[in-house]
């Protein structure tokens, strides 16, 4: 996977500014257009960053308009650069109400798009992988759902953290300890 070290400068001022656009969500999108003249670029220069990122896996292409966004590996490949930008101690816990509040529905996010890009380094059977992915489903279900349910992602995330008990310090165990307060 390419790190955010492999890059080069103007590839890192466009991860960086998409990122900055993006809030770091990877459901959202920016144009890579309005990036490049934010940064002094021509269209063709703006393309081009936009397009190699994609080729390393941490771009996606959104719209055929020029609308892009970070994939889980690109999130995960600048928040590791950057340090940790949410400690685990500042994690919100999904607490006791029946609906999950819109800050822990975004940590809920953050940890679930940081598992699913360290998920093919695993080394997981197939089945150990496939129950990986339906809760991670379950839990983005839930997430999009107007109402997220505080019980079903608590128990999405109890399954995760029982995949991911097999990786001694794996940080992504940590964080759903400290959303579902064990």
Same mark, same amino acid.
């Given at each position: 996977m390419t790190t955010f070290d492999?890059?080069?400068g103007s590839a890192r001022e466009f991860l960086t500014r998409l990122y900055e656009q993006t809030g770091g969500e990877t459901s959202r999108q920016h144009s890579m257009y309005d990036i490049g003249k934010n940064l002094g670029w021509e269209r063709e220069a703006a393309s081009?960053?936009?397009?190699?990122?994609?080729?390393d896996?941490?771009?996606e292409i959104r719209t055929l308009s020029g609308g892009i966004g970070l994939s889980a590996a690109?999130? &995960?490949?600048? =928040?590791?650069?950057? /340090?940790?930008?949410n400690p685990a101690s500042a994690l919100? %816990? @999904?607490?006791?109400? +029946?609906i999950l509040d819109p800050p822990v529905c975004q940590a809920v996010?953050?940890?679930?798009?940081?598992i699913k890009a360290q998920a093919g380094s695993l080394g997981l059977d197939f089945d150990?992988?496939?129950?990986?992915v339906a809760d991670l489903k379950t839990v983005a279900d839930q997430l999009g759902s107007?109402?997220?349910?505080?019980?079903?992602?608590? &128990?999405?995330? =109890?399954?995760?953290? /029982?995949?991911?008990?097999?990786?001694?310090?794996?940080? %992504? @165990?940590?964080?759903? +300890?400290?959303?579902?307060?064990?």
């Open positions: 492999d890059l080069k081009q960053a936009a397009q190699d990122l994609m080729a896996g941490l771009v690109g999130a &995960e490949a600048i =928040r590791a650069a950057l /340090g940790p930008m919100p %816990r @999904l607490g006791t109400g +029946r996010a953050q940890v679930c798009d940081g150990s992988l496939a129950e990986l107007p109402k997220p349910k505080t019980a079903v992602v608590r &128990e999405s995330l =109890r399954s995760i953290e /029982g995949v991911l008990k097999r990786f001694a310090g794996n940080k %992504r @165990l940590a964080d759903i +300890r400290v959303l579902i307060g064990e």
